[in-house]
């Protein structure tokens, strides 16, 4: 039995350097409502900060001199937290769904497939139709062409789709990848 081990992806995690963290000897200053102050040394900008009962928050290190802020720093780091969640939560991972079908389906058997079909293109997904050939219907490839063009061609008359891999053999099965326009 074969063990697949999915591999975890690791969120980057933008930090951000404040008050005594900064080590810019010169920082441009920007208020709490973002407007500039101008550029002072990082030491009489925290100063600034602390008399506000506010952090400095560095913004843009990159930049020449460093960009800092004056805020609330746990507010801050609140609402970025906040916004990653929320960026998470409407993302969509793209799955590749797989129908398979035969020379000898029935019209009832195939129409249940069209509409799985049609509601894995709703959701966002990829689908791959496959046709497996068994036996003697390997000397009638050509009909198993033809079939996954007929059902791609009635897929296309209930949705606007697109074919991201024309039907090819491989092996004894002929593919074909769809998805929604």
Known sequence: MRISRKRKKVEIKKIFFYNEGIKAPVVLVLD??????GEKDTAEA???????????????PKS???VAQIMDY???KYNQEKDARQKKARQHVVDTKSIRISLRIGKHDLD?????????????????????????EMQHVSRGFESVREVVKEIEEMEKIRTEQPPEKQGNRISTIIVKD
């Open 32 to 37: 709490n409502e973002g407007k500039g102050i």
């Open 46 to 60: 925290i100063k600034m900060a602390k008399e506000q009962e506010l952090d400095l928050v560095l913004i843009n």
């Open 64 to 66: 020449k001199p460093p």
């Open 74 to 76: 746990g507010h801050f």
């Open 112 to 136: 249940n497939r069209k509409k799985q079909v049609v509601k894995f293109l709703n959701k966002g997904d990829k689908v791959k139709i496959e046709l497996v050939l068994k036996g003697r």
